[in-house]
Nanobody
Framework: QVQLVESGGGLVQPGGSLRLSCAAS????????MGWYRQASGMQRELVAF???????VYADSVKGRFTISRDNAKNTVYLQMNSLKPEDTAVYYC?????????????WGQGTQVTFSS
């Protein structure tokens, strides 16, 4: 069974940095696109960034120049380096991955990790 496990969220001050990680585990043939989404309280989930298997990236306009997505294919892990954080970045951050197994190709989601600003 495929699982995505996120880590790295927490409290941060404006202008601070955090690095999120998301590791995929289980029986997989390949991991295609990996990405990060976020959902603020009362808002819809939105795309933050995604990265293809060959390293091409796409970012939401709101995070361009501040966030960097990367992946380590050997570790089946995707990262999100978040710099110059703003209060509006407060949200639950979810990773997802388009994964092919022996039985199907499916988009899996992590459980989410909270990023919260401290005053």
């Amino acid at each position: 069974q495929v699982q995505l496990v996120e880590s790295g969220g927490g409290l941060v001050q404006p202008g601070g940095s955090l690095r999120l990680s998301c590791a995929a585990s289980g029986s997989m043939l390949s991991i295609n696109v990996m990405g990060w989404y976020r959902q603020a309280s009362g808002m819809q989930r939105e795309l933050v960034a995604f990265i293809t298997s060959d390293g091409s990236t796409v970012y939401a306009d709101s995070v361009k120049g501040r966030f960097t997505i990367s992946r380590d294919n050997a570790k089946n892990t995707v990262y999100l380096q978040m710099n110059s954080l703003k209060p509006e970045d407060t949200a639950v951050y979810y990773c997802n991955a388009d994964i092919t197994t022996v039985s199907r190709r499916y988009t899996y989601w992590g459980q989410g990790t909270q990023v919260t600003f401290s005053s």
